[in-house]
């Protein structure tokens, strides 16, 4: 299938991020602002997932959430995932399903690291699974700041350049 066809058969919408994504999953039970760390503000819910896809030259913009995030290759092209950890530094994860190249099918991005992420051929489209525990809230989603995060990576400022969107 070509990419426009899997946006209207999924029903996936444009992502603030950029690609295009559905919410598919979300669960029915809350954890409660009492129970969860001091970086959450309310409840949350116990898991989210989505459907995510990201076709040609479009990226993923570097952002980071304050939960954790499992990213499962599908189908496409391989994705690139671009992380800057601050304890760690950068890091490149590929995911796909050629395994015996060094893809992978699923990464966990841990709370609080910056990542973006690309399409490795630029003529096809990644698809991709999300799932996001506690639950996902758009109130835990933050751009990076290109400005701030180029002072913490100065070594990565051309990449940062890359995946970061002019608010």
Known sequence: MKSDEIIRVLGLLPHPEGG??????????????TSLPERYNNDRSISTSIYYMLAG??????????SDEIWHFYSGSRIILHLLNE????????LGNNLTSGEIPQFVIENGIYFAAEVSDKSSYSLIGCTVAPGFDF???EFADESSLTRSFPWQSELIKKFCRKR
């Open 57 to 66: 030259e479009d990226f993923s913009a570097f952002h980071r959430l304050k």
């Open 20 to 33: 295009y994504y559905k919410e598919i999953y979300r669960s029915g039970e809350l954890i409660k602002k």
């Open 139 to 141: 109130e835990d989603f």
């Open 87 to 94: 304890k760690k530094g950068y890091s490149k994860i590929v």
